[in-house]
């Protein structure tokens, strides 16, 4: 598995009788972070033979930088649209998908480096297409543990999955190269093809719990759109893009460069980028064991800050350093503020995201930090075959010192106060007119009455509403005044069918509880809202669009896609 911060659990465990209080405490959650712990180091010991024999084929440094940037690439690209199947499909079974995918093209890289067959192009093809497996498997995997762990040790969870990937790293790099020196890169992939098959296995045993569907799934590209337009009305979420992307463009530099460190800073070999790898995950073993305890101690905002500090001091150092002596605690300064930052960001997505989009939301998180990490290790490695290694490194400092001090421009929320289960408020009506539904476009109007005293607290409730209802999938959502009675407010917006206005409704959350009855208080003598539902039909659309039986043009007398 290739996954850098957290693991499922089995969603039946919520009913223990006695309060959760550990994820270990959970038997599923104990499998999978055993087999993670397995598969990652394969992972690990993989990267450093791909890393390692890279700077065999070729003498540029950008080009071994482009080893790690080939890797998370695809995360950029494609994560988006594995958070939508994520959320859409049975996440073990697109896990597993990942993990064979994965497994077969590790085999053929062993293959091919075994032969010699390989070139740099065509070892950042492979590395490229580990990359895609990473980027089908990590959303199904995040997601996974919102629903499988009780909220309140979902922060641990996240800290004890980064821990377990850090203590592969610790030893798994030390080891990789000593695989490399012996056995060859053909060996550390070998090695990782092997690594997979613990987790494929407990993944082919369990039996999650699945809930079961009340509406038809959304298309892919629904999806992904939905996944869109709810980061993009959700300011918190978008800080946390904002400020990962930026952290993972200046961090990205001490993985990608560390070949080059071990090569050319220090003049060792394969054994000696080994111990540099393992001392960084050391580091961040520190930094995930440490997370509980900051967390009491520091906002979210103030942990990142000082991971960032702890990157800087750690770029710094290494970029002066000469010497392993050095080298290795600079490293382990930086592995912790690595981990701090990265879990810190995960948990504050997955606190701030209901259920149904979870899935997507931790997607455009990994695309926006690995899409960062993908530029900034090309183009450190850029001003490394530049400028110097060392030069690289003192510039990945300056920039992410620059994100720390992006946070008082753009702090990051408080994580876990927000209440996001379903409000569970909304039944779908019954309409005179039948409709199935794929029946639209639909419009709705609500008509509000509002007295002049109570306009100004009124419109900026509906500022509010109006990103929840745009965040939640309505559309063209505007507000009317009637000039003919000054107290009739009219909200009205679009949906494009009768399935996507019962959804929309349905993703009310509980902290959306408060504006609603705010709204609701300010009617005039306690006065329901008036709604009207209706359906949008061209003019000249009468005898195309409506049966004499009553039912819309295209209803088959049992709608398939119909709710029971």
């Not at 305890?293 to 770029?315: F, N, Q, Y």
């Not at 530049?386 to 920039?399: E, F, H, K, R």
């Not at 009317?480 to 993703?507: G, K, S």
Request: charged share 15%; glycine share 10%.
């Amino acid at each position: 598995m290739r996954s850098h911060d957290t693991a499922p659990v089995a969603p039946e465990e919520h009913a223990l009788a006695a309060p959760v209080t550990s994820p270990f405490s959970v038997p599923i959650f104990r499998a999978i972070w055993l087999a993670s712990m397995s598969s990652n180091f394969g992972g690990l010991v993989q990267a450093v033979g791909a890393s390692w024999l890279m700077t065999s084929l070729s003498d540029s440094p950008q080009q071994v930088a482009l080893v790690q940037a080939s890797t998370a690439l695809p995360i950029m690209l494609f994560s988006l649209t594995a958070g939508a199947i994520a959320d859409n499909l049975d996440r073990r079974r697109v896990m597993l998908a990942a993990q064979a995918l994965m497994l077969c093209v590790s085999v053929l890289l062993a293959v091919f480096a075994w032969n010699e067959w390989l070139t740099p192009w065509g070892l950042l093809a492979f590395t490229f297409a580990i990359g895609c497996g990473t980027a089908l498997n990590n959303p199904a995997w995040q997601a996974s543990v919102g629903d499988m762990v009780p909220r309140a040790i979902l922060p641990g969870a996240v800290a004890m999955n980064s821990m377990g990937f850090n203590i592969a790293r610790s030893v798994g790099p030390a080891i990789g190269g000593a695989i490399v020196a012996v056995a060859g890169a053909a060996g550390a992939f070998l090695t990782n093809a092997l690594s997979y098959v613990a987790l494929i296995v407990v993944l082919l045993r369990w039996r999650p719990d699945v809930r079961p569907r009340d509406l038809p799934r959304e298309r892919i590209g629904t999806a992904m759109a939905a996944g869109l337009r709810y980061v993009a009305m959700s300011p918190n979420i978008r800080i946390v893009l904002a400020r990962g992307c930026v952290f993972g463009a200046a961090a990205a530099a001490l993985p990608a460069l560390m070949p080059v460190v071990a090569r050319d800073l220090i003049a060792g070999g394969p054994l000696t980028y080994g111990v540099l790898l393992g001392a960084f995950g050391v580091g961040a073993v520190g930094g995930a064991l440490s997370t509980g305890a900051l967390r009491l101690r520091l906002s979210t905002e103030w942990i990142v800050r000082l991971a960032s500090l702890l990157l800087v001091a750690g770029a710094v150092g290494t970029g002066v350093s000469r010497t392993p002596l050095l080298t290795i605690p600079a490293l382990m300064l930086a592995g912790a503020g690595w981990v701090l930052a990265l879990s810190t960001f995960n948990v504050t997505v997955q606190l701030s995201t209901p259920r149904w989009v979870v899935g997507r939301a931790l997607a455009l998180y990994q695309m926006a930090t690995f899409g960062g990490m993908t530029a900034g290790a090309w183009g450190f490695g850029l001003v490394a075959e530049q400028a110097g290694v060392s030069t690289a490194l003192y510039a990945a400092a300056g920039l992410q010192a620059a994100g720390g001090l992006l946070g008082f421009l753009l702090p990051l929320p408080a994580s876990g106060t927000d209440d996001l289960e379903p409000l569970d408020r909304f039944r779908e009506p019954r309409t005179a007119v039948p409709i199935h539904f794929r029946s639209g476009p639909i419009v709705i109007t609500i008509d509000h009455r509002i007295a002049a005293a109570d306009v100004p607290r009124f419109l900026a409730a509906m500022n509010e509403r109006r990103r929840i209802s745009l965040r939640d999938g309505a559309r063209r959502w505007t507000l009317l005044r009637d000039l003919a009675d000054a107290e009739l407010w009219i909200e009205r917006y679009h949906v494009p069918t009768w399935l996507e206005y019962v959804r929309d409704n349905q993703r009310r959350t509980q902290s959306d509880r408060e504006n609603f009855d705010l709204v609701r208080s300010l009617q005039i003598d306690g006065q329901v809202p008036v709604v009207r539902r209706m359906i949008e039909r061209p003019v000249g659309s009468a005898s195309a669009h409506h049966h004499p039986s009553g039912r819309e043009a295209g209803d088959p007398l049992t709608d398939p896609t119909r709710a029971s």
